[in-house]
């Protein structure tokens, strides 16, 4: 048997075994083969789970807030798996956030299993890694998975944005609810949360919210805005009625369906280029390319012809085929 | 002959036809059939020009310093060309730059061209646009082509980073160097421009810059820092003096032709994706593929065995292959 054998690994982690679980988020975040037989393993089969995304600015308390629901999941004597999400800057190497100070509290807890995920390369991966992830948790067994972005750059609030629940954080702090615009965050949010609710410009954050989600239409959910003041627990039981509001919405709605077969769909796509990308490299590097890129580079040929052979697709014949 | 065709539109722009070019661009910021008959006709041919990326953070004054360089270039009595990127946020729908104040004091010159480029639709558009689009201002003759972007975001530091010589702007107020290299810039840039250089902390700024210069290795050339006060013209000189010292050290070391050739893989690499991503949307519309699609809702089947046999690659075998 291989050691990191996949198949092998999920049927540990189907018994509770949190080290095999953790070995199988490693062999996401590696992506590669390993990744793609655990995605063929798992796919399909995690309808039961619930996915809750957690997105906001830094430093609007979204851990301390993660870690609250967390309590609000176990208190119903549910088990909760909690991905944050760190990704790496493309260029600097960046940094990995590692144990949490707040893994502490829940460490004793086998119901709760929280892990960061980074991929260390190229950005895009964690476009894949993160539903993979999230699709192995729901695999074996979660009924829930958080899923929490460190920052709001495009892939985070991308992954976030497929979630069957997405909760936007902002605090008074933050400024005003422009920001959460700009960063594409209102036309994801299901929820809002203003923590730190007990400072000094919540009620104009609150305010400006409202007016943003006025100049917007909506299919029957309206995000609600709740208050929190996540340190002392205070607004938690509200936002967790609230997630649990929107998916009955979903539910009843029929948008949830719709709202899985589009993350289903948007994961599909992202494959297609993965696999594309592994082709890509391979063709890159046989020998039988090099003649065809010394064409390219002095010109003779064009990178277009040349995809379209490497890749075996048929030539567009005219602007009406558009 | 159709309303915007690229060869005849082509033949015009290199008769000095500013209209011709100006729709030449806008075929390429719409990309699509257009941009890539384009991209065939204009496929190497741009050897004879030199082009220049204009990178940093907003307010670093790049307008102002891209125009004072149009000046020394036009000193020279050569033409030139500048892009301005705009990306547009790929949620918010963004803004586009349009006319800027200074094209005010280029427009009466027949020898600048100066264009603002933003791509409506997903991000990145851009990547393949901006190329595209110094090609194409290469092709018609323009022996220099300056790319400037407005921030510093993933996208346009890769763009403005295959230039052939890559300029950063930062100012005093900028804060630090620390900055720039979290954006990843210290890895592409060739010279190092301190702007507003009469204000408080440009010493700092310097000295925080060489020290994470002398921490970097370099093989050859070791990016200059100048300072430049470029509303009042002071330093442009010395900055265009380090863009041709540069270009000198490129053409007698042999890694301007290494530059060139891996900015036209990349490229390609693009393209490649770019030709997948019209293939797989196509495919996806197709009827044959929706019974498909609905098994892998239901998770009958798993989106890699979809994904291999849409695109007609071979099964990889196992984790020996990688």
């Not at 988020?25 to 590669?32: A, K, N, W």
């Not at 600015?57 to 309590?71: E, H």
């Amino acid at each position: 048997m291989r050691v990191d054998d996949p198949a092998q690994l999920l049927v540990q982690a189907k018994q509770s075994n949190r080290v095999a679980l953790a070995r199988l988020i490693s062999i996401v975040e590696r992506g590669g083969f390993g990744a793609r037989e655990l995605a063929r393993l798992t796919w399909g089969q995690g309808d039961n789970s619930y996915l809750v995304g957690i997105t906001g600015s830094p430093g609007a308390g979204k851990s301390t807030l993660t870690d609250r629901l967390i309590s609000q999941v176990r208190a119903r004597s549910q088990e909760v798996a909690v991905i944050a999400i760190d990704p790496t800057s493309p260029f600097s190497g960046g940094a990995i956030l590692g144990d949490r100070v707040r893994m502490q509290e829940h460490a004793t807890d086998q119901g709760v299993f929280i892990r960061s995920m980074a991929t260390r390369g190229h950005l895009g991966g964690l476009a894949l890694a993160v539903p993979d992830a999230a699709r192995l948790l729901a695999h074996v067994g979660f009924p829930y998975v958080l899923i929490e972005t460190v920052g709001v750059g495009q892939v985070e609030v991308e992954v976030v944005g497929a979630a069957d629940t997405v909760v936007v954080v902002m605090t008074p702090g933050w400024g005003d609810a422009i920001q959460a615009n700009k960063a594409g965050l209102m036309e994801v949010a299901d929820v809002f949360i203003i923590n730190k609710a007990d400072r000094d410009g919540a009620r104009e954050t609150r305010r400006d919210l409202e007016l943003m989600l006025e100049m917007s239409t909506f299919e029957g959910w309206v995000p609600p805005i709740i208050e929190t003041v996540a340190t002392e627990g205070k607004g938690i039981e509200d936002a967790f009625d609230a997630i649990e509001s929107h998916r009955d919405y979903l539910e009843r709605s029929g948008a949830g369906r719709r709202k899985r077969e589009a993350r289903i769909l948007e994961e599909f796509t992202r494959i297609v280029h993965a696999e594309v990308s592994r082709k890509v490299d391979q063709l890159l590097a046989d020998p039988s390319f090099q003649a065809r890129k010394a064409e390219m580079v002095s010109g003779e040929i064009d990178p277009y012809s040349i995809a379209s052979d490497l890749l075996g697709f048929e030539e567009e014949k005219g602007p009406e085929s558009l």
